[in-house]
């Protein structure tokens, strides 16, 4: 069933205000996946906060012209499904993981700031550490010198109640 001219604006649409925010796209064949399991991905996608979708070629092709996935336009062939996101690492790490699990999903080029990455480039990307887990350790790093200054300033008051402590001790016992 083909989509009428509106149903084709649309998707293009949708798909080019999703490009427009996102910093790496991974495409992947998906022959032979039973729809539990494009819905399994989607879900996965979604609560990593990658956008995926099955588009069609041609309507792709659109939606990625002038755009820094322009390179993968050449690459929408055959049954493919399209996967962008913000979080580079997040993209990398859904895609890689699934195709891992399953052997009907195969990874076959991502592009990230304009140049085209590799299925070996897209599996290093997700062994990355994310981009929360990043600013997690960013904070623990800031926050250290600051609970080293306090734990080095309450030392001083506690080694003078401990040593209180130790003669009133040495008192009593004489």
Known sequence: MSLSLAQKKAVISE????????????????RGMTVAQLTDLRREARSAGVWIRVVK????????????FACLSEHFAGPVIFSISEDPVAVAKVMSGYAKDSDKLKITVGAMNGSLMDRQMIDELSRLPGRQELLAKLTGTMQAPVQKLVTTLNEVPGKFVRTLAAVAASKEGA
Do not use: F, P, Q
């Open 15 to 30: 798909a080019s205000e999703a490009i427009a925010s996102a910093n790496a796209g991974v495409l992947a064949e998906y």
């Open 57 to 68: 070629n041609n309507l792709a092709r659109i939606a990625v012209a002038d755009t820094d």
